[in-house]
């Protein structure tokens, strides 16, 4: 069944996942992919699947960040829905099942929240009942924009109702050792802290010792990583430290702004 619905990825370097994520689209009447510059096959393996007959639309647009990036891609889009995937996710069946039903809504309805599950390291996707919080992914053409001044975690904001739907997730496959996964987490809480320093948020003690626990116990309990053992608690500890080092980066850049570094050694020493 041909969906009257596009799809739209934003790429760099991405040569290792993002055949999967294509085929994981088949049926899509169309695939928009942006890429901002990959130096690996990228290129190659996306005109591979053009030539297999895939309707792939494949653009060169250098970086504007996360939510200008995406905002383009979605612009490029000619469908009524469109769908935002990341090149290291795919479509689980049950969802691709449902996807008529979801873009055959009522009027009203410009957009639905999506489910998203974890490849975990140790124990592979969690289970359809442990799932990370549903984000807006698709959307009507027209009837929704990105926040540009979001800088890490950027989401569609939607011009009307916006539904959830009960069955099917993305499945989200990037297994990285924790050695790799501490560095991401440390650019996206710079990403993060930048943009709330420069909102105007101010440094709370409070937030530095509780948001990194209550952001363990949310993913470890009401999201359910607990049924998933040892790499469960893993992925709800490392989430912890991404809410640690985003208030702890805070923090020390208002603390900075107020009393710049000086050794107190080179004080004495000139007297």
């Known amino acids: 069944m041909l969906l009257s619905a596009s799809a739209y990825i934003i790429c760099l370097n991405e040569e290792a996942y993002l ?61 009524a829905w469109c769908f935002n995937i990341d090149a290291d996710e795919r479509l689980d069946e049950a969802l691709r099942a449902e996807l008529p039903r979801l873009l055959a809504a009522p009027n009203d309805v410009v957009g639905w929240r999506v489910a998203r599950r974890p490849y975990l390291i140790g124990y592979g996707y969690t289970p359809a009942h442990v799932r990370e919080r549903k984000n807006l992914r698709l959307i009507r053409k027209g009837c929704g924009s990105y926040d540009l001044a979001q800088r890490v975690h950027e989401g569609l904001v939607a011009e009307g109702r916006v539904e959830s739907s009960a069955v099917g997730s993305l499945l989200h496959y990037r297994p ?90 080179e004080r004495r020493s000139r007297k």
């Open 176 to 265: 990285l050792i924790i050695d790799e996964q501490i560095l991401k987490e440390n650019k996206y809480s710079t990403l993060k802290a930048d943009q709330q320093v420069a909102e105007g948020k101010k440094a709370k003690v409070s937030k530095l010792v509780f948001s990194p626990v209550l952001y363990f116990l949310r993913l470890y309990f009401r999201n359910g990583l607990w049924r998933c053992g040892a790499p469960g608690f893993i992925e709800a500890a490392t989430g912890a430290v991404y809410a640690f080092l985003t208030q702890a980066k805070i923090y020390q850049r208002h603390a900075l702004a107020k009393r710049p570094n000086v050794d107190d050694m």
């Open 19 to 79: 055949g999967h994520c294509i085929e994981s689209l088949e049926g899509f009447a169309e695939i928009v992919v942006v890429d901002s510059g990959s130096t690996d096959g990228t290129a190659s393996l996306v005109q591979s699947y053009v030539d297999r007959g895939f309707p792939i639309r494949f653009f060169y647009e250098p970086w504007r960040g996360y939510a200008g990036q995406k905002q383009f891609a979605l612009e490029q889009c000619t469908q």
